[in-house]
Each structure stands twice: as structure tokens, then as C-alpha cells.
């Protein structure tokens, strides 16, 4: 992986530390000193994987977004983003792009995600039951139906949607006994739970055949 010289960085430096067993130990350390060069380094060092690779660079992200400002902060946004350009893994590259568009509010460079119009997105959506009104509600769409939608942020909204509705599902059945002789009420609050998971279902549907590139 291609790795970015901290000793052009606008940081000061500061003394190295020796590598602990895991990457979110390292990242947690270094973030609270705010040694951001050194942060994105341990990133640099090692392997990305699904794991506390991808929850390091998450929180790296995070942190030097809203605690950096001017050249200190461009900095690290493009290091962060040669790191998602450089990762080999596909799938995880994706979720990677996503993690970097939500830390920052832009998109790496290169088209990593897929592309859409609102007329693919439309009939997407359809096939799972999710009517062209129903984005509109979560997502912001372009003015005419052959322009390209911006995909991360669809994605992006359509998970944080189906979070809503999963969330939505347990509090309807907080405090309902776990048998079958229930009020009425209780039973129509399950009910309406099973409606509110049925829906969360839809849209990570949505989302994940956005994200990988179906048709």
C-alpha cells in the first residue's frame, strides 16, 4: 500500500511508539494525544480488513475532521483517501469510500462506487417495494430522471432509514411478554414491529445492491 511521508506533514513531529497488538489500541492512543501523522501511519502499517482496521480508520477519519481545520486537515484528508484508493479488496474499498464521504462530506477520487441515474435507481427501488416517493422522503434526488444520483449519499440514507425502522421495531415491543396470551394492544404493537422490520429489511436490500453495482 502506498504510504503517505510524515515528515512532509505540517505537524510537528513527536517521538515513535512501539506497535501495540491491536490497531484500535493504536488509533485510540494516538487520537487521544492527537497525533494524527502518526495515526494515519499505524493505518498505513497495516493490512485493512472488515474489522478494527476499517473501526480504526473510521475513527481517524472522525476525529481529524472535527478537530483539524486548514492544511493540517487537507492533509490528512488526502492521506486517509490514498489509503481507501489503494485497498485491493473491492467490497471493503466501498465501505471504506462511505466511511471517508460521511467523515468528510466528499468522495475519494476515482469512481470507486457504482453509478446511477435516477431512472436505475427508480427501478431498483421498485423491486423491493420502495415507490420513487419513498426516496424522495429519505434522499435527495436529481431534477431529471437520466441525471447520475449521488450514490453514496442514497446508500448513506437508505441504511441510516432502515436503522430508523429497526430502531422504531424495538421500542413498539419494549416491555411485551414473550407469550402468546397478550392484550390486544400488544399484539397490534407487534404487528406493527414486524411491519416496522419488514421495512428496515427493504432498504438495507436497496442498499446493498446499490453498493454492489447491480442492476
Known sequence: MAEVAVQHSPFATSSPIADYTRISDDAAILL?????????NVLQRRSPDERRWRWAFRRVSHCSEHQLDGSK??????GLEELVTAVSDHPLKRELALDFRMAT??????HILPMYTARELWRAAESFGLPMEYLSHVTVLPRHIDDAVDTAQVIIDCRDTAQAHRDEARRLVEGIAPIDAVPLHDQLARVAADAQREAAARWRALAQRLLAGQR
Open 73 to 78: 486537515q487537507q492533509w490528512m484528508r488526502s
Open 32 to 40: 487521544k494525544r492527537q497525533d494524527f501523522p502518526r495515526a494515519l
Open 105 to 110: 462530506g466528499s468522495n475519494p477520487t476515482g
